[in-house]
């Protein structure tokens, strides 16, 4: 990048650091943001599967409630169980969406929103009485202050 003839040691020396240190700053940031995108995919790998999953219990209840609607007995016992599967796996899925909007990246590119005007400053009245102004301290006794 320079050409060490015209550079003296010391500095040649120091921008070679400075090289190395930007090299390591690189290396070091590409391989944060690759973990950084390993990690959402797995995330939303995982939130497809319990999206699946919360698909496949609301088919489940929908089956048992229908099957609950004959009247067996056993067939209400399914239908219990497969409530209770359905509200488990809902939840699981609320905590998934929850998590899933700490990873959001909101877009910065929006512009943002002017802040409101101040209200105008009260109108200065000409006519304004300053007690100070009138005082003329003719009441003072100076002399017996001390």
Do not use: C
Request: proline share 7%.
């Amino acid at each position: 990048m320079y050409d060490q003839s015209e550079v003296p040691p010391h500095f040649a020396r120091s921008l070679a650091a400075m090289e190395e240190v930007r090299a390591q700053y690189s290396a070091d940031h590409e391989r944060a943001i690759a973990d950084d995108e390993a990690r959402q995919a797995a995330f939303a790998k995982l939130l497809e599967e319990h999206r699946a999953q919360d698909a496949q219990s609301q088919a489940d209840r929908e089956a048992a409630i229908a099957a609950a609607a004959e009247g067996t007995e056993e067939d209400r016992a399914a239908s219990e169980q497969a409530e209770r599967t359905a509200q488990r796996v809902a939840k699981q899925v609320a905590e998934d969406d929850a998590a899933a909007a700490m990873f959001r990246v909101e877009d910065d590119t929006e512009p943002v929103a002017p802040a409101p005007a101040a209200p105008p400053p009260p109108p200065a009245s000409a006519a304004r009485h300053r007690a100070w102004e009138d005082d003329d301290f003719s009441a003072t006794n100076w002399i017996d202050a001390e």
